[in-house]
């Protein structure tokens, strides 16, 4: 059979007998939200956990209404969401002078203007403030201390907002268990020394894919995102197409959790077995932008491969690794094990994204089609190849003609679901 997998904003295209694919895994297609401004607007007079939006507003009757919303590693149907927010808003007689946005960068790079058009839309960049966040800014305010001792540093707009709505996107996350509701408040909007102490939980065996029972990573978040004191979320279910299927608004916490059982009741993908291989696609852009948000597609697939497997990540990574530390850390180490030796206390962001690799490297081989150069590959132990073709071959010389694997053309949308026969 021929695969198309998504690269860039262009496509790898492979063939592949059959007899050696048990499945190509991906959501099921549910079909967009036919009317998306009438669903969210409901969800906006319908909330959960909390009163209607207008009501809210009409309550509190803030001068200073600040938007917290995802950066471009997060993609989904942003443009759209703000847009009608806004509207709707000002349809409300909110001054649009009251309104202004922030990007929940947490520690990511700033969004360029190209990029803010893209993701949000030229109305809403042509019309209101949309400012990065920066964790690094000498004007964070402390909210003082967590139940971990982590300080609560977040940034000064945030502090000086009198009603903060934030926007998000509910996705499975290899250590918070999902990204989307908290998350826009630590990782989003905090300082880098609390998002660093934050991550380096990931050590504990609690930092799982769609764990969020006695996760602390999780706790945490949800803990500073009530000390912020949001007053309004709105969070959306997307397909793999990254359309809008169902918004979530209201309450943070409740909508958040709403949210995630929709999830996982509409989105998990199930299996029966573990395969030889697995073909792995990150997405296309902007999910395989660089190696650091291309890593999801392998935390959420690794258990698709028997132990000792081999997986093919197909990801354009243009930005290359995209993040400092996590190659430093990786760079530095001669063996895998020595990833593991590091003191928690010590671990950096990007150096816990080289903790998880670490993870994913004992598992299984993993080769990495990008355009990425070959020896900034080899650099960080993953295999380079130069083509899908070059790395079954790879997979034959391994585990012989017979080999079974996986496709996912996703693998940055996708929450697996063991069943067993």
Not at 88 to 94: A, G, R
Not at 185 to 191: N, W
Not at 237 to 265: P, R
Not at 277 to 295: C, H, R, T, W
Request: one cysteine or more.
């Amino acid at each position: 059979m021929n695969i198309k997998l998504r690269y860039g904003e262009e496509h790898k295209i492979v063939e592949i007998p059959d007899k050696n694919v048990l499945g190509i895994l991906e959501m099921e297609y549910i079909e967009a939200c036919a009317h998306p401004e009438e669903h969210i607007n409901k969800q906006l007079n319908s909330p959960i956990g909390s009163p209607p939006l207008l009501r809210l507003l009409i309550e509190k009757d803030p001068k200073n209404i600040l938007i917290i919303v995802s950066d471009i590693t997060r993609p989904g149907p942003f443009a759209l969401m703000m847009e009608t927010l806004i509207k709707t808003l000002l349809s409300y007689n909110i001054d649009s002078k009251c309104i202004s946005c922030i990007i929940a960068n947490g520690t990511h790079r700033k969004m360029t203007e190209t990029e803010m058009r893209y993701h949000y839309g030229d109305w809403v960049v042509d019309n209101f403030s949309i400012e990065n966040h920066d964790c690094r800014a000498n004007d964070l305010v402390s909210l003082g201390e967590m139940a971990s001792g982590n300080e609560l540093l977040i940034n000064k707009k945030v502090s000086e907002a009198d009603f903060l709505i934030t926007i998000g996107v509910i996705n499975p996350h290899y250590f918070a268990g999902f990204s989307g509701g908290r998350k826009s408040i630590l990782p989003g909007i905090c300082g880098y020394e609390t998002v660093r102490h934050n991550h380096s939980n990931i050590v504990h065996n609690y930092a799982t894919l769609g764990k969020l029972d006695n996760n602390k990573i999780h706790l945490e978040m949800a803990e500073a995102a009530a000390k912020v004191d949001v007053d309004f979320t709105l969070q959306a279910v997307v397909n793999y197409k990254k359309e809008l299927i169902k918004c979530f608004a209201g309450a943070l916490d409740q909508a958040f959790y709403e949210g995630v059982q929709f999830f996982k009741e509409h989105n998990s993908v199930k299996y029966s077995q573990k395969a030889d291989a697995l073909i792995v696609s990150a997405g296309g852009y902007p999910k395989d932008i660089n190696f650091y948000q291309s890593q999801k597609a392998l935390n959420n697939t690794i258990e698709l491969v028997k132990e000792g497997g081999t997986i093919i990540l197909v990801s354009e990574c243009r930005e290359n690794m995209g993040q400092d530390e996590m190659e430093k850390q990786l760079r530095n180490v001669q063996t895998i094990d020595e990833l593991f030796m590091v003191d928690q206390k010590d671990i950096q962001i990007g150096g816990h994204r080289a903790f998880a690799t670490g993870k994913l490297l004992k598992q299984a081989d993993i080769l990495v089609v990008s355009s990425m150069d070959t020896e900034l590959v080899k650099a960080v132990h993953f295999t380079p190849a130069e083509s899908i073709e070059e790395a079954l071959e790879f997979i034959k010389d391994k585990e012989g003609e017979e080999f079974s694997c996986y496709i996912v053309p996703n693998g940055s949308m996708f929450f697996p679901n063991h069943k067993k026969k």
